[in-house]
């Protein structure tokens, strides 16, 4: 049975860091990732990496994000800088696709992050 259970959100003050982890149980997935949903808005793309270490970022955590995994482990992490109150949103870890780009099937049960002082 496929599973992803993500950890690592919480409560963190703009400009602050957070570090959130995704382990996958069932399959080695070729592309993980990030997306997420902030209230009353779309679930958008955050961040994603291949086993290869192919990476794509959303414009808006360009330079603060980065995204990496540990393969031996099956294990996507996102760690989050310079965070801002626009980036407050319940986190979604997500698999099964085979391009950096697009949502694969897989979704995490989602972790908040909120941002505030």
């Known amino acids: 049975q496929v599973q992803l259970v993500e950890s690592g959100g919480g409560l963190v003050q703009p400009g602050g860091s957070l570090r959130l982890s995704c382990a996958a149980s069932?399959?080695?997935?070729?592309?993980m990732g990030w997306y997420r949903q902030a209230p009353g808005k779309q679930r958008e793309l955050v961040a994603a990496?291949?086993?290869?270490?192919?990476?794509n970022y959303a414009d808006f955590v360009k330079g603060r994000f980065t995204i990496s995994r540990d393969n031996a482990k099956n294990t996507v992490y996102l760690q989050m800088n310079s965070l801002k109150p626009e980036d407050t949103a319940v986190y979604y870890c997500?698999?099964?696709?085979?391009?950096?780009?697009?949502?694969?099937?897989?979704w995490g049960q989602g972790t908040q992050v909120t941002v505030s002082s």
């Open positions: 069932g399959i080695i997935f070729i592309v």
């Open positions: 990496i291949t086993t290869g270490g192919t990476t």
């Open positions: 997500n698999a099964g696709s085979i391009k950096v780009w697009t949502a694969g099937g897989y």
